[in-house]
């Protein structure tokens, strides 16, 4: 592992809770308005990494978690650089809808992704599969990481992406994939060079309370 003064510090934000997550829609590609407690989750965010030396924000192109990157941002008096390939992952024709309505309208190619042994593997109907989404947006990290030597940048993304990370640095296979959780507002860190990251610290929620957060929400 290089000295620490080469290393970079990532450090990873999953936007706030979204009213497709409370109402259990399936997001990907599309987006929603932030719900009074994702504005919540999100202005601790950015109050928990205040006092951080960050050089850089990036975020997601999506509403959800650009509005994220630019609290930070704000903290810092930086830009936002968006970054489309750290989206979640897109889920075709499912997004918008939720598993009750996805089963009405077509419920064999719903059982068929649910129940194959790793579906994580197979794409949703116009979709992409997990690995198509963790190729991108390791792709993308470690381009962040290339970028900044030895600093600190703040990462605003989404649950699939940041779990796609930890999988891809730890070599998790998905089969796992639904065995953790990434909570809405929460931070994950992770530290290297491009070529050797390691995790430092995985869904921390210490900044929230009781009062800003839920047990779960739909993932995206």
């Not at 850089?56 to 970054?83: F, K």
């Not at 730890?170 to 491009?194: E, H, K, Q, Y």
Request: aromatic residues 4%; glycine residues 10%.
């Amino acid at each position: 592992m290089p000295g620490r003064s080469h290393q970079t510090t990532v450090i990873l934000a999953r936007h706030g809770e979204t009213e497709w997550n409370l109402s259990g829609r399936i997001q990907g590609y599309g987006d929603s308005p932030l719900t009074p407690l994702g504005g919540e989750q999100s202005r601790r965010v950015a109050e928990r990494v205040a006092s951080m030396k960050i050089s850089a924000v990036y975020a997601s192109s999506s509403g959800r978690a650009r509005d994220m990157g630019e609290l930070i941002a704000a903290q810092h008096g930086l830009p936002v650089t968006l970054v489309e390939d750290l989206r979640e992952r897109c889920y075709g024709c499912y997004e918008g809808l939720t598993l009750a309505e996805i089963r009405e309208k077509d419920g064999a190619a719903l059982a068929k992704w649910l129940s194959h042994p790793n579906r994580e593997q197979l794409a949703p109907p116009g979709g992409e599969t997990q690995a198509e989404m963790s190729q991108r947006v390791m792709a993308a990290v470690r381009d962040i990481t290339a970028r900044h030597p030895g600093e600190t940048v703040a990462v605003a993304t989404h649950g699939g992406p940041i779990k796609s990370i930890v999988f891809a640095i730890l070599d998790i296979p998905t089969t796992a994939w639904d065995r953790t959780w990434v909570t809405n507002g929460s931070l994950t860190t992770i530290r290297g060079t491009p070529d050797d990251l390691r995790v430092a610290c995985f869904n921390d929620t210490c900044h929230l309370d009781s009062v800003a957060t839920r047990p779960r929400s739909i993932e995206g």
